[in-house]
């Protein structure tokens, strides 16, 4: 039994370093199986990379999960991840706040390990 492909969108805030975290994270999802959408209506899984280095990066991550919730209560099969530097600083915080979030991870955290 094949298990269906899933379509991921990816969501990079800020530094050089969250880009080339965003692909490495990409190519472990198609690794995987999944298929990249720049649609993140379309997606099963949305990842936010996010920087807390830019200017109100936490505001536009809030906002971001906004919309995305809304998206959630229709489907709850969709997969919401938050990573990066936000993620690693509000850890708990950000679960308690938006309890409906899948995985909250910092850098130093591999997606694979949550794939698996």
């Known amino acids: 039994m094949t298990a269906v492909a899933k ?17 490495r994270m990409a190519g472990i999802l198609d690794h995987l199986g999944h298929i ?28 971001y999960l906004g919309r995305a919730l809304r998206r959630k209560q229709e489907r709850p099969d969709l997969t919401l991840i938050v990573a990066g530097c936000v993620a690693q ?8 706040r938006v309890p409906e979030l899948d995985v909250v991870m910092g850098p130093s955290m591999s997606i694979a390990s949550m794939t698996s």
């Open 7 to 23: 379509k991921y969108h990816i969501v990079t805030f800020g530094c050089q370093m969250n880009k080339a975290d965003s692909e």
């Open 89 to 96: 600083q509000e850890g708990e915080a950000l679960l308690r």
């Open 36 to 63: 990249p959408t720049d649609d993140a209506e379309q997606a099963d899984i949305v990842l936010y990379n996010t920087c807390s280095i830019r200017d109100n990066a936490e505001q536009k991550v809030y906002s």
